[in-house]
């Protein structure tokens, strides 16, 4: 079946470093959707890509969509404490008719001050 | 003004209880879904309905039941509660289902512990 897939799992790092996590489809997505979920939350959506290689910044974070539409990347530029949490990549199953979406398995930050 | 809430945000009972949870939304949206989230965070789907319609049906035991009573509300009931039901259970909404390109908008959650 559809899979999408996220690594790391797990990124530890010391404020003010960067951070990535990577999205991957196994299958062509219309579009990405981006969460944040702090600890003892709720995920809270970020951002939607469309177009094949869009970039979108907010602030520090950096949104992209690949070539091939099945792969997708978030990049948190000089970490903050604020930034702890877990985040998601979700794409839309099949034809995505139903709004059924994937998630990946999440990759949750922590950031030492 | 809370967008989805749920009740109640802590459930804790014994196996083999009859529990239910509620939910509801002010968004005016379409669509709600019902979501469980394990201890290592994945997050999947149960149920979602569309104007009260059921369009979204998982591989779930059919030891849980939605319902759906007008398109604000999805309410989850959860027969013969067994130890691996324990999880943290979201509900979401979005506009619509179409496309699979609304935003979805997530409840509180429930963290239900089966003891």
């Known amino acids: 079946g559809q899979q999408v897939m996220q690594i790391p799992q797990y990124q530890h790092v010391q404020e003010g470093e960067d951070f990535t996590t990577y999205c991957n489809s196994s299958?062509?997505?219309?579009?990405i959707q981006w969460y944040k979920q702090r600890p003892g939350g709720h995920p809270v959506f970020l951002i939607q890509?469309?177009?094949?290689?869009e970039v979108k910044k907010q602030k520090r974070l950096t949104f992209q969509f690949g070539e091939a539409k099945k792969n997708s990347s978030l990049h948190i530029t000089a970490t903050q404490t604020t930034d702890v949490g877990t985040y998601f990549c979700a794409g839309p199953s099949g034809s995505g008719n139903t709004g059924k979406l994937i998630f990946g398995q999440g990759t949750t930050l922590q950031v030492k001050p | 003004d809370t967008a989805v809430s749920q009740t109640p945000k802590y459930l804790v009972t014994q196996m083999g209880n009859d529990k239910s949870i509620k939910c509801e939304q002010n968004?005016?949206?379409?669509?709600m879904y019902w979501y469980k989230q394990d201890s290592k965070k994945f997050l999947k789907i149960m149920f979602s309905?569309?104007?009260?319609?059921?369009?979204i049906n998982e591989t779930v035991p059919n030891r849980f039941s939605p319902k759906s009573p007008d398109k604000a509300h999805l309410n989850l009931h959860i027969n013969s509660l067994e130890l691996g039901d324990s999880a943290v259970y979201f509900c979401?909404?979005?506009?619509?289902?179409?496309?699979?390109?609304?935003?979805?908008?997530f409840g509180p959650g429930t963290r239900l512990t089966v003891l």
């Open positions: 890509l469309v177009k094949s290689g």
């Open positions: 979401a909404s979005s506009r619509r289902r179409a496309g699979g390109k609304d935003t979805q908008y």
């Open positions: 309905y569309n104007n009260k319609e059921l369009i």
């Open positions: 968004l005016g949206h379409d669509t």
């Open positions: 299958t062509t997505l219309s579009n």
